[in-house]
């Protein structure tokens, strides 16, 4: 199955501003929009934004998502160590019946 | 709380068999699609198979269709995954992930097990 295209890493100082993009096609983000989820080293994926845009209960406000077109974003304001992790997007394909996953991006933050 | 709890990894020789389980709690099980997702050793996410509330609909990534079999048993809140002839590229951490409400499409994988490892090697 097809997948999303994401940057391989993004590098950012402490408290700047780092976005990350997640492209697909009209099937899939441009479609229903994109899902964020985060994964640290050694943990489950986690959630952090549904593919509406929308937070889940207890994900920080410095994260933010949104959509043009077939391009998904995900801005993470203020920058912490704690942000330091894999971020991967994830969206339903209407035209293979699937989910596609992004490649993932390496968030470093120096 | 949600929680999603799997269990049968293992290692096994190519060609062998496993049966993954993903135990269920903190929500109504039958409501849900229910998916499987494997990570490969240092690599990306890669949807596995995903079945219906019901679990009369499963739906199957092309690259184990035909010997990988997903089901659940809503009086147990149990998903499973049944993996036949196995081949050395299926070696991943196999996570169950709650999925949209059944029927509706609403929602995502909004809640992730802590995975399972499947290791096949000779």
């Known amino acids: 199955q097809a997948g999303l295209t994401q940057p391989p890493s993004v590098s950012k100082g402490l408290r700047q501003t780092a976005t990350l993009t997640c492209t697909g096609n009209s099937n899939n983000v441009g479609n229903q929009g994109a899902a964020w989820l985060q994964q640290r080293q050694g943990h489950p994926p986690k959630l952090l934004s549904y593919?509406?845009?929308d937070r889940p209960s207890g994900i920080s406000e410095r994260l933010s998502a949104s959509r043009s077109g077939n391009t998904a974003s995900l801005t993470i304001t203020g920058l912490q160590p704690e942000d330091e992790a894999d971020y991967y997007c994830?969206?339903?394909?209407?035209?293979?019946?699937?989910?596609?996953f992004g490649g993932g991006t390496k968030l470093t933050v120096l | 709380e949600v929680q999603l709890l799997e269990s049968g990894g293992g290692l096994v020789q190519p060609g062998g068999s496993l049966r993954l389980s993903c135990a269920a709690s903190?929500?109504?099980?039958?409501?849900?699609?229910m998916t499987w997702v494997r990570q490969a050793p240092g690599k990306g996410l890669e949807w596995v198979s995903d079945i219906n509330g019901g679990g009369t609909a499963p739906s199957y990534a092309d690259s184990v269709k035909g010997r990988l079999t997903i089901s659940r048993d809503n009086s147990k809140n149990t998903l499973y995954l049944q993996m036949n002839s196995l081949r050395a590229e299926d070696t991943a951490l196999y996570y169950c992930a709650k999925g949209p409400l059944s029927g509706t499409g609403i929602g995502d994988l909004d809640y992730w097990g802590q995975g399972t490892l499947v290791t096949v090697s000779s």
């Open positions: 903190g929500f109504i099980f039958s409501n849900y699609i």
């Open positions: 994830s969206a339903w394909d209407s035209s293979l019946s699937a989910w596609v």
């Open positions: 593919r509406n845009d």
